[in-house]
Structure formats: structure tokens, C-alpha cells
């Protein structure tokens, strides 16, 4: 990829902060409710994931209002998020059009492809003003994209599923009309069921003003999309069960699944993690002041962090060992749930093996 890509991928990562699911934030509650009683109840534990694009296939039917009656191919849709070197035939054969859109105050926002391979999805949108004006925003000159976010978003993809994280962005995929683009990236830590209709709701979209960090409205409204969702399985299961050594802590591998850009892998580390956490008067976690999490949660993450190393057929090896991911500390075990997606699309035969702590696990 060329450097403006890699220049908007260290931006997304720069976004993709440390979120925690509903299930998390109620045992936190219980932690606090019971702590005489439960000095150490079970906790899942969020950390970021490196923002990330791809996954892999779907098939999905528009049935949303507004839907286009023409649709870019999925490879048309994600040249702007892969770069113009990726894999168009691959990525044709993994991800489908959407094309469902919707109208609210004078602007058309429109989901025009996505990618999904059960654990991971990433959705590429288009915004416009019908009246053919641009939106009231300026690109970052650091990283050629948007200051932008929705002041509300929900979607039913993975709706039901422990644990979530992900990560989204804002650029112009062509400068010369006035468009720009929407993209949208999210892990779970279970499958996610296919086959009924996904319903995302976008609302109010606002702009960050640099000089004071407060949030402008520049596009006021809500608009609701649906289409339908049936994935086909193009990633591998390869073999678990492996003993791998954890930073000196023995762990077992549950799950070790590849698409030809995606990655889910779970292990479990003898031991319950313990996190030396702060919180306020309402209950709440104190973060570090960059909105972090505190030192000592993250070197607890570090100690339970297994080396993950995927290594190519031409002998490149991709490190995703700082990648983030969430660990769940119960029963005198942690597991620990690695997952995410490439920078770019990668066929399955050019994957030699993948390497989980200590142990590598050849593709076959």
C-alpha cells in the first residue's frame, strides 16, 4: 500500500480506542455491588484492536428504502479502503453490494458494500447533499481524513453476542464530486448468526472543531438502513488444542480461524488475571489522561498477550502481537480472544502458517 494509505491506517489505530461491551459494564456493576462478598468476580476485560479493514464473505440482498438500482462491484467500493494494489478478484468473491439508503434533511447516506466472515464485518458507506454542495469539514492535514463521528449509531449485526470492538473513519474517495465516505469496522468475540435482516441507524453527524475539541453538527438527522445478510464461509478452521507458553504461563488454543483478510483466535492461560483498577464515586474506571486505560491494566494485558505471528508462503511475517483483542479471567483461567483483519487482502494460499505463542501451526 502506498503511503497515504498506511497514513490513514496509523489514524484509524489512533481512533480505535478501548470500548466494553454492555456485559461488561453490568459486571463491573456487580463487582462493585458485591465486592464484601466476591472479591474477585469473573470480568471480561476490552482492549483496543488495531483499526482494520476486511473480512471476509457475504451476500447480501438490499432491501432498504432508497436502495440503487445500480451497484458498484465490492472491489469498486473498497479501492479506496485496500489502496488500488489489493486483490479486486478476491475481494469480488468475498464481499457484496449493498445499495440500501436513506434520505433524512437534504442528505443521502448510502451502505454500498460490505465484508463479513462471522466474526468480523467492515462496511463501506457514501455520503451526499442532494443538493450537490459539500459538507462543512476540512480534511486533517496530518492524515488526509475526516475529523468527523456520528453523534449516534446502532446496528443489529451481532446483536445478542459477548463482547465488540471496532473502529471507523471518514475520507473522500474522489475529490472532484462532493461525496465523501464512511467506513466501519467491528470484531465480536462469538460467531455472529446469519440469514435475517441487519438495521443500522446513523444519526446526527458532527465535526470536531481543532481549536477548542467541541463537536459541531454539520449534517442534522437520522437514517435508518436495512438490507439482508447471508454469509458464506470462505475462512479455514485450522487445528486447536496446542500447549503454547504465555510470557512463562502455560495456555492451551481453542480457536484459530483465517479468512483472506481476517483472523480470530482464542486461547486460554492457566491463571485468572487481576486488574489494580481505580474507579469514581459513580463506579466508573478512572482512565490514564489520555482516555487510556490505567498502567496497570494494560501491563496486566501485556503478561497475557501471546505472540501471534502469521507467516506467508514468500517467508513475510505479519506481527498482530500488540494487537488487541479482550480477556475474560474466570475460574482460575483466562481467556484471552485475538482477532481482527490485514491491511490488505491476502488469499489463503499465501499463507504458510500461523504462530500462537511458542507453537506454529502450518496451513494445510
Known amino acids: 500500500m502506498n503511503k497515504e494509505y498506511n497514513d490513514n491506517r496509523e489514524y484509524k489505530n489512533a481512533l480505535d480506542e478501548l470500548h466494553f461491551s454492555e456485559e461488561a459494564k453490568n459486571r463491573m456493576v456487580e463487582r462493585l455491588m458485591e465486592r464484601a462478598e466476591q472479591p474477585a468476580p469473573r470480568r471480561v ?32 467500493v473498497f479501492a479506496g479502503v485496500f489502496g488500488p494494489t489489493a486483490d479486486t478478484e478476491i475481494i469480488d468473491q468475498i464481499g457484496r453490494p449493498i445499495g440500501a439508503s436513506d ?29 450537490g454542495s459539500a459538507f462543512d469539514c476540512t480534511k486533517n492535514p496530518d492524515t488526509g481524513l475526516y475529523d468527523l463521528y456520528w453523534k ?4 443489529t449485526i451481532g446483536r445478542g453476542v459477548d463482547g465488540a470492538s471496532g473502529s471507523s473513519y471518514f475520507y473522500d474517495e474522489n475529490p472532484s464530486d462532493n461525496a465523501i465516505q464512511y467506513v466501519e469496522t467491528m470484531s465480536y468475540n462469538d460467531a455472529v448468526q446469519t440469514g435475517g435482516t441487519v438495521k443500522i441507524t446513523l444519526g446526527d453527524l458532527c465535526v470536531l472543531n481543532s481549536e ?8 442534522k438527522g437520522a437514517w435508518r438502513l436495512k438490507f439482508k445478510l447471508e454469509a458464506d464461509n470462505s475462512a479455514v478452521e485450522l487445528p486447536a488444542g496446542q500447549n503454547i507458553d504465555v510470557n512463562g504461563r502455560s495456555a492451551a488454543v481453542d480457536t484459530i480461524v483465517l479468512s483472506p483478510i481476517g483472523y480470530h483466535v482464542v486461547y486460554t492461560v492457566d491463571g485468572e488475571a487481576t486488574f489494580d483498577t481505580l474507579y469514581d464515586e459513580n463506579g466508573e474506571e478512572i482512565p490514564q489522561e489520555n482516555g ?24 513475510t511475517v505479519l506481527d498482530f502481537s500488540d494487537f488487541g483483542g479482550s480477556m475474560d479471567p474466570h475460574d482460575g483461567k483466562t481467556v484471552c480472544t485475538r482477532q481482527g483483519t490485514f491491511d490488505t487482502v491476502i488469499p489463503l494460499d499465501d499463507i504458510a502458517s500461523v504462530t500462537i505463542g511458542d507453537v506454529s501451526i502450518p496451513i494445510e
Not at 212 to 219: F, K, L, V
Not at 292 to 315: F, M, N
Request: proline content about 3%; some cysteine.
Open 152 to 155: 449516534r449509531s446502532d446496528s
Open 292 to 315: 487510556r486505560e490505567p498502567a496497570g491494566v494494560c501491563s496486566t494485558w501485556e503478561s497475557y498477550a501471546a505472540k501471534l505471528l502469521i507467516t506467508k508462503t514468500d517467508g
Open 212 to 219: 477548542n475539541g467541541e463537536p459541531t453538527t454539520i449534517a
Open 103 to 131: 434520505t433524512s434533511n437534504g442528505v443521502t447516506v448510502t451502505a454500498d458494500a460490505i465484508l463479513f466472515d462471522g466474526y468480523n464485518y467492515l462496511i463501506s458507506y457514501t455520503l451526499e447533499k442532494d443538493d
Open 45 to 76: 476485560r476490552r482492549f483496543p484492536r488495531i483499526a482494520a479493514v476486511g473480512v471476509a464473505a457475504a451476500l447480501v440482498l438490499s432491501i432498504g428504502a432508497g436502495a440503487s438500482g445500480v451497484l458498484k462491484s465490492a472491489s469498486e
